[in-house]
């Protein structure tokens, strides 16, 4: 009998790309590479995509997704093609043949959570049919948000929402779910008894860091995955697109951080005299108010006692 030639496989930190290398696979956070390797309209990709969702959203799912397809959307209810900032507009069916909506957000943008809220509500308005036949039968929608940047003040990667009864905690309808992921927040370290929704995390924010797949992450939904996210993949247009995204990306970022520290004095000055201003301000009203000694509206507003003494005199004159 012939002996099976045992597999190596490489040390997760031999996998690592090392100064002055390349790695082979793209940036799943530049909207291009994410398409790439999501495409709904191809077998491979639909299949990574159908992947994801299930186990991002395992937890919150009645059921798992099956079949998914891009929805049409001419424009969203604000009549603003530019205000859309969706990666995907996703039709999903569950086992069931139950239909999902679903839509990805990769991008950093203004008000978020607000923004967030407006998609799924979004999404939902998108459902009703004209007449009064209609029957409000709305289908469950979730909205999925990978960021860069950190959203929640603690040590969660991952934060789930729906409708709930505050006092029960009981949902109350399924048609509103919203997924934020913090990448910020995602540790580069992985196990190969780590969950899949770890190795998800792992993926989006250091596949690109990667020079070949460890053992860790030796599976077949990810080896697929990684597959379809190789730089090779792309064509000459595709490449050059994807470039110019990736460059303006790290350029914002960088552009970002270096206004920061360069002007770090002037902002951290004019936080400080809108803090002052706001003191002065309850100060005053304090003041005219009659009832409160100068240490204690100091000690109320912030101020000083000796700014207090000067806005007395000033209301005095």
């Keep these: ?25 793209a940036n799943l956070l530049v909207d291009l590479a994410f398409k790439k390797a999501f495409d709904p309209d191809k077998p491979t990709s639909r299949n990574n995509l159908i992947n994801l969702l299930n186990d991002l959203l395992e937890p919150q799912l009645k059921r798992p997704i099956r079949n998914v397809w891009t929805r049409s959307v001419a424009k969203n209810l604000s009549g603003s093609k530019a205000s859309r900032t969706a990666i995907f507009d996703l039709h999903c069916k569950d086992d069931s043949g139950n239909l999902i909506e679903i839509e990805v957000q990769i991008r950093e943008v203004d008000n978020f959570m607000k923004r967030l809220a407006f998609y799924a509500s979004e999404m939902v308005a998108n459902q009703a049919e004209p007449g009064d036949d209609w029957n409000f039968d709305v289908q469950s929608t979730y909205v999925i948000a990978l960021t860069r940047f950190p959203v929640f003040p603690d040590e969660r990667a991952v934060h789930r929402a729906t409708v709930i009864d505050m006092e029960s905690g009981v949902q109350l309808v399924d048609t509103y779910n919203w997924t934020v992921i913090e990448l910020s927040k995602v540790p580069f370290f992985i196990e190969k008894t780590s969950s899949d929704l770890s190795k998800w995390l792992f993926f989006f924010r250091y596949l690109n860091r990667l020079k070949e797949l460890p053992k860790e992450l030796d599976e077949g939904k990810f080896k697929d995955l990684t597959e379809s996210a190789k730089v090779s993949n792309f064509n000459k247009k595709e490449f050059e697109v994807y470039r110019n995204m990736y460059h303006k990306v790290w350029d914002h970022n960088a552009l970002k951080k270096g206004f920061f520290k360069e002007f770090a004095d002037d902002i951290n000055a004019k936080i400080e005299e809108r803090i002052f201003d706001r003191n002065c301000e309850v100060a005053k009203k304090m003041i005219a108010g009659g009832k409160l000694s100068d240490e204690e509206i100091a000690s109320y507003s912030g101020l000083s006692i000796e700014d207090v003494v000067v806005l007395r005199s000033k209301s005095e004159t």
């Design 1 to 25: 009998m012939e002996k099976k030639t045992k597999i190596k496989h490489k040390s997760f930190r031999d996998c690592i790309v090392k100064p002055g290398e390349t790695s082979p696979y």
